[in-house]
């Protein structure tokens, strides 16, 4: 049996990070997901910096593990998913980057212009997937805010070490709801929709 891991990432260096490592552990490219705001390129540190900075940890990480993998196969330029970053326009989000499954669905809803309902955006992809409603508002909420989602499916047999790794810098939607609520945010369908009504 199969399941999907979500966690939110402050930035997006530490989530490539994280993908890097779980495509060296085996998972496949086509069964996580990255979906991130798009920052204006003056705004973002350039991309070679990030790059080495994303290694460095990607290395220290890849050491820790003890997997013996090699550090060529988790930082290997321009394979796996991050290779296919695309642009999408989410309505209430804006232009955010993704990559994978997720991306997948969200670039057919908005070439399909869907709106609303339980199927629409960030919140319907999720929980088609199997993120519950309540998690999948919190995350979606977290991409409106700037954050960096990364969602993986696993075998159960593998759960626990992807958790490990994606646990590293990030946090899941526990953490972040109890946050987001502290601030105000109640969850409901009105703070998980953008302009026109379309669902987040």
């Given at each position: 049996?199969?399941?999907?891991?979500?966690?939110?990432?402050?930035?997006?260096?530490?989530?490539?990070?994280?993908?890097?490592?779980?495509?060296?552990?085996?998972?496949?490219?086509?069964?996580?997901?990255?979906?991130?705001?798009?920052?204006?390129?003056?705004?973002?540190?350039?991309?070679?910096?990030?790059?080495?900075?994303?290694?460095?940890?990607?290395?220290?990480?890849?050491?820790?593990?003890?997997?013996?993998?090699?550090?060529?196969?988790?930082?290997?330029?321009?394979?796996?998913?991050?290779?296919?970053?695309?642009?999408?326009?989410?309505?209430?989000?804006?232009?955010?980057?993704?990559?994978?499954?997720?991306?997948?669905?969200?670039?057919?809803?908005?070439?399909?212009?869907v709106a609303g309902g339980a199927t629409g955006g960030i919140v319907g992809a999720l929980?088609?997937?199997?993120?519950?409603?309540?998690?999948?508002?919190?995350?979606?909420?977290?991409?409106?805010?700037?954050?960096?989602?990364?969602?993986?499916?696993?075998?159960?047999?593998?759960?626990?070490?992807?958790?490990?790794?994606?646990?590293?810098?990030s946090s899941d939607a526990s953490a972040l709801g109890a946050e987001y609520r502290r601030?105000?945010?109640?969850?409901?369908?009105?703070?998980?929709?953008?302009?026109?009504g379309r669902q987040l």
């Open positions: 049996m199969s399941r999907t891991i979500t966690r939110m990432f402050d930035n997006r260096a530490d989530a490539e990070v994280a993908i890097r490592e779980l495509e060296a552990r085996g998972v496949r490219s086509s069964d996580i997901s990255i979906v991130s705001p798009s920052v204006a390129a003056s705004e973002e540190r350039s991309f070679s910096d990030r790059d080495r900075n994303a290694e460095e940890r990607a290395k220290e990480t890849a050491e820790d593990a003890g997997k013996g993998a090699a550090v060529g196969g988790v930082l290997g330029a321009g394979a796996g998913l991050l290779a296919g970053l695309g642009l999408i326009a989410i309505p209430g989000v804006g232009p955010v980057v993704a990559a994978g499954w997720l991306a997948s669905t969200l670039a057919g809803l908005a070439v399909g212009g929980t088609n997937a199997g993120v519950s409603d309540d998690d999948a508002r919190v995350y979606a909420e977290g991409v409106r805010r700037g954050g960096t989602l990364v969602s993986a499916r696993v075998e159960d047999a593998h759960a626990a070490a992807v958790e490990q790794v994606m646990s590293r810098g601030g105000g945010w109640t969850g409901s369908d009105q703070t998980t929709r953008g302009p026109g």
